[in-house]
């Protein structure tokens, strides 16, 4: 029996370890499985990234090779500019020339004439003399030759000139919120997953947390004209509402934040605390004529810079423009600038629309110094010349790339130097964007304009970007 039972004790064993090792086997085979799909897919993926690295190899090149047939074509015409100025130029130097070899021979033989008259004393050949002045038909002739061409070369900056290598953003994820506000013309991120959002339109100003299956509404404000607005970095928000800037506290209480006698369009607000802000003034020389303003201040709301067409001399109380401007040293002049950002790099940029019907205008990117860097008309893509450029709202991610949202093509333009793409958020089914922001971790939030389907709720988006 004893020995029965080992036996039995032995078998079990057995079976447990093939069991073991049969499990073994399929885990390893799933595994074997695993890596042959792995290695299939970054053998497609080293293909692609071949393939892709050939593509744009081939453009960089072709843009190398363009750009130089550009500038061998421009320094033929220059050279064939040159040289026709130089034979003309020679042509007529040697004709003069000629003629002071000539003139000088006919002086030379003169002067041999006068001096055989002066000492031959023969009287005869003393009358004979012609005494007409010679000296007046020879002017000098070398003083209309001083003056050739001179060569400036031009100073090319290098970087940039024949692109840049820039990655275009690509979405992780995205989170879809809903909300009862069909018109978000306005969106403010202020922590987790809380949002400030306004509707214009209604004139309608909402705390909300969408941290909910359905959103929580923690404050609303209404009868306010909020056009724009930016969070400080201890938390509070700055409302542009119109002649003030009106401060949102955390705890909810509404101020006056800073009086300006403008009409206030847009704010922002930086890292530093200093406020960018994007109005309108009348101005008394032209009959009530609305002007375009863009006010830089520091965190003590002390005026900075001031960049319009005109010079400013006081903006408080009464505005008096100095109309003794060199139309030379102006930049730009703004309609209506709607949104203003302070770039990472420290720049401008600005949305200036010029038809308000349509909301159709421009982007402009300035420096410091009021000087503009580059201006944006829109996209030349296919299947968009039928549509105007109505940048909305503007944003920058953390790679340093401009998203504009678009609401006459409703869609979101992304910029580096020039347009990577405008057909952002398409694949995604999110129609109509209209505000846009981006919070501290990198997350665009997009405030949408469903206020004309009825059928559809309206929602508010929430990007990762990858």
Not at 116 to 131: N, Q, Y
Not at 182 to 198: R, W
Not at 214 to 225: A, E, Q
Request: glycine share 4%; charged share 30%; net charge negative.
């Amino acid at each position: 029996m004893h020995q029965n039972h080992t036996l039995c004790e032995i078998d079990d064993a057995y079976e447990d370890k093939l069991s073991d090792i049969e499990n073994l086997n399929l885990e390893v085979e799933s595994n074997i499985a695993f890596l042959k799909n792995e290695e299939r897919l970054l053998q497609e993926c080293e293909s692609k990234g071949r393939n892709h690295h050939i593509k744009f190899r081939t453009l960089i090149r072709k843009r190398e090779d363009d750009m130089k047939q550009g500038v061998a074509m421009k320094t033929k015409d220059i050279l064939d500019e040159l040289e026709t100025e130089w034979l003309t130029t020679e042509e007529s130097i040697n004709n003069d020339i000629e003629l002071c070899s000539k003139t000088k021979s006919q002086l030379l033989k003169r002067k041999e004439n006068i001096h055989s008259s002066l000492t031959s004393h023969d009287p005869g050949l003393v009358f004979d003399e012609c005494l007409d002045n010679i000296t007046q038909s020879h002017q000098p002739m070398v003083d209309k030759r001083a003056s050739l061409f001179q060569f400036f070369p031009k100073v090319i900056e290098t970087k940039g000139i024949l692109g840049d290598l820039i990655e275009k953003p690509k979405i992780d994820s995205f989170t879809v919120y809903p909300t009862d506000m069909k018109y978000v013309s306005c969106l403010s991120h202020c922590e987790g997953e809380t949002v400030l959002i306004c509707n214009s339109y209604e004139d309608i100003l909402k705390k909300e947390d969408l941290n909910y299956d359905t959103y929580k509404t923690l404050k609303t404000l209404k009868d306010i004209k909020v056009r724009d607005m930016s969070q400080t970095k201890d938390g509070h928000s700055i409302l542009s509402v119109g002649e003030d800037l009106k401060i949102l506290t955390k705890t909810g209480q509404l101020k006056t934040f800073f009086y300006l006698n403008l009409i206030t369009l847009c704010v922002h607000v930086n890292k530093e605390n200093e406020l960018f802000v994007g109005a309108l003034v009348k101005d008394p020389n032209h009959e009530g004529e609305k002007l375009g303003i863009v006010v830089v201040s520091d965190q003590h709301r002390n005026i900075k810079n001031v960049f319009d067409k005109r010079k400013i001399e006081s903006y408080r109380g009464y505005t008096y423009y100095d109309d003794s401007f060199d139309e030379d040293e102006i930049v730009d002049m703004f309609d209506y600038p709607s949104r203003i950002l302070n770039t990472r790099r420290d720049d401008l940029l600005i949305i200036d629309n010029t038809d308000l019907s349509t909301y159709a205008g421009k982007v402009v990117l300035l420096n410091r110094s009021g000087e503009r860097e580059w201006l944006y008309n829109g996209c030349e893509c296919e299947n968009c010349y039928d549509f105007e450029f109505c940048p909305f709202d503007i944003a920058e991610t953390h790679s340093n790339l401009f998203l504009i949202s678009d609401v006459g093509k409703h869609s979101i333009h992304v910029l580096g130097k020039t347009l990577l793409t405008c057909s952002f958020v398409d694949d995604i089914g999110i129609d109509y964007p209209l505000s846009l922001c981006i919070d501290a971790a990198g997350k665009l939030w997009i405030g949408c304009d469903m206020s004309g389907d009825d059928d559809e709720e309206p929602k508010i988006y929430c990007i990762t970007f990858s």
